[in-house]
């Protein structure tokens, strides 16, 4: 059986894209912190404007730290995942193993269907459905991955098979969607563009926040981070109040 591994250059691509990611939300998210505080703040006009500008960039560099550590940890998760997976194939039988999952045997008389998913790989299943059987993904990062998939070819016909995942739209968009609905709240006076935007905004925060507590992918400092939208729900909560009882 040959042994095969995850190549150093698709954890390199993959480190790249997380790292890009995290600066980008790490970014967004302190900005959107330390603008909600320093709002308050101006509001309450309790501080001075050089105490208001520390207290920003202190602000601005927590929130900051606090979500690129957690991204660092999902990288470092990721490196466990890359050094341990391995992938032994013959002409009768394949293992897989990596850190947190136990190692798997399929025989290539059980393997009932093979598919394959444009960027992730390849799926082979001993049923014929998603949930019969047994199925394992063997990602396009492998070494010698048109080896591996033409000896597999040779096992079932491999299908093409498109992504599970939803068309996804870009993080920076939905993060642009969210400052701008929160400037409206912030910024317009009038009561009846307030209130609908508002609570759009508190129900997505919620969403938000119940999705990012119950995905056990996430550290716990990225969960603390749902205190930043109970404080956001909060100052939204308190704008439309304040513009109910104004004359």
């Known amino acids: 059986m040959t042994r095969y591994r995850l190549t150093e250059e698709g954890f390199a691509a993959l480190k790249q894209r997380m790292t890009r990611r995290g600066l980008i939300t790490g970014g967004v998210t302190a900005l959107i912190a330390a603008v909600l505080f320093s709002f308050l703040q101006i509001s309450s006009r309790s501080l001075s404007t050089p105490v208001l500008i520390g207290l920003f960039v202190i602000v601005f560099g927590l929130f900051f730290a606090v979500t690129y550590l957690g991204t660092q940890r999902s990288i470092k998760r990721l490196a466990e995942f890359w050094d341990t997976f391995e992938l032994r194939l013959g002409e009768e039988k394949l293992s897989l193993r ?80 969210f400052l701008i609905a929160y400037g409206v709240v912030l910024l317009v006076n009038s009561l009846w563009i307030v209130l609908p935007v508002g609570i759009l905004l508190i129900g997505f925060s919620v969403y938000i926040g119940i999705a990012i507590l119950r995905n056990p992918n996430f550290e716990t400092p990225v969960k603390l981070g749902t205190v930043l939208l109970a404080l956001l729900i909060l100052s939204v909560i308190g704008r439309i109040g304040f513009l109910v009882a104004a004359p």
Not at 108 to 136: H, N, Q, Y
Not at 151 to 163: C, D
Not at 169 to 174: E, I, M, R
């Open 98 to 177: 990596h850190i947190g999952a136990k190692k798997v045997t399929i025989r290539r008389e059980d393997v009932l269907r093979i598919g394959e998913t444009p960027d992730e790989g390849l799926w082979v299943s001993t049923g014929l459905e998603e949930e019969d059987g047994l199925t394992v993904h063997i990602p396009q990062e492998v070494e010698d991955y048109p080896q591996v998939r033409e000896v597999l070819s040779t096992w079932a016909e491999v299908e093409e098979v498109p992504s599970q995942a939803a068309p996804r739209v870009p993080g920076w968009a939905w993060l642009a969607l």
